[in-house]
């Protein structure tokens, strides 16, 4: 895990840590924005193969949101959209009313600069090069939506927010909506990911952290190795040696009973592959074992 700074793209943040850690082979789970900070996660070698079987389906996020002005992207790298509209006479109480219709099960339009690929392209790439845009609504899941704090800057109200919802939430949409309803604009001026499914800034390593490392041993590391990286996201199960051999050249073992996917460890406390309950038996859904 990387805490990626801001103004790097998840990419440029593969291309740094390759050079850090001194292999090619580094991939990562799920893209930040370039404005963003905090978690995104990284594989390295082995645990490359990994990183399609993490349960990432939900993030963590602090946000500042800043109501009185709409954006072409919905936050501060867009062009304004009309003049800042005064947000004195906006209320606590409208605020709140606001952000509960925001939680919850909802439906959302991704902004127009997301990821998402309109007829094979992304909407970025579109929206920047000046096409119109147009996104459906998707269902999303934004279990917490709590204001944190709130300050008057000139025209403008601000407000930190701590956003949980489902993979696929855009929290820029939810700045852009939040404005709209209250006939105010909005759009979002900060987004750090502090949380990517089981994964948070405790277990990220700073690009500065890594290079440091790098300079006085020659390689750094990632914060986790590939034992505690499926100790901490999978159910534990400990195989004995018979059963480790077996899992280590891809047959199946008995049952475990416990749904969904679990991550077996051997004797010697390393991890060996992950299982999920099939037809009667723990069945092989990735072989990490021998290194």
């Not at 996020?61 to 006479?89: K, M, N, Q, S, V």
């Not at 920047?128 to 709130?150: K, N, W």
């Not at 987004?191 to 390593?205: D, I, K, M, N, Q």
Request: proline letters at 5%; charged letters at 25%.
């Amino acid at each position: 895990m990387v805490d990626k700074p801001a103004g790097w793209t998840s990419h440029d943040v593969v291309g740094r840590v390759r050079r850090l850690v001194g292999t090619r082979k580094v991939g990562h789970a799920g893209t930040l924005d370039p404005m963003a900070t905090g978690v995104l996660v990284l594989g390295v070698e082995r645990a490359t193969k990994l990183l399609g079987h993490l349960a990432l389906d939900t993030k963590s996020y602090l946000a500042t949101i800043r109501l009185g002005l709409a954006t072409t992207t919905d936050d501060a790298e867009g062009e304004p959209l009309g003049e800042p509209a005064d947000t004195a006479d906006v209320t606590e109480p409208a605020i709140a009313a606001g952000v509960a219709a925001l939680t919850g099960e909802i439906a959302q339009v991704p902004s127009s600069v997301s990821a998402i690929k309109v007829d094979g392209r992304r909407a970025y790439e579109r929206a920047r090069a000046g096409e119109e845009v147009r996104l459906e609504a998707r269902p999303v899941t934004v279990g917490r939506f709590d204001v944190l704090a709130s300050r008057t800057e000139g025209p403008f109200c601000d407000l930190d927010v701590l956003v949980d919802c489902s993979s696929g939430t855009y929290v820029r949409a939810l700045a852009r909506d939040l404005g709209a309803g209250l006939g105010v604009g909005g759009h979002l001026t900060a987004l750090r990911r502090t949380r990517v499914g089981p994964f948070t800034l405790a277990h990220a390593r700073t690009l500065a952290a890594l290079a440091a490392e790098q300079e006085e041993h020659g390689r750094a590391a990632l914060s986790l190795d590939l034992d505690a990286a499926v100790a901490t996201a999978f159910p534990r199960r400990d195989a004995d040696a018979d059963e480790a051999a077996a899992l280590a050249h891809g047959r199946p073992l008995s049952a475990a009973g416990t749904a969904g996917t679990v991550g077996v460890f051997g004797p010697d406390g390393h991890v060996i592959g992950l299982v999920a309950d099939d037809r009667g038996a723990a069945r092989p859904v990735l072989v990490l074992a021998p290194a």
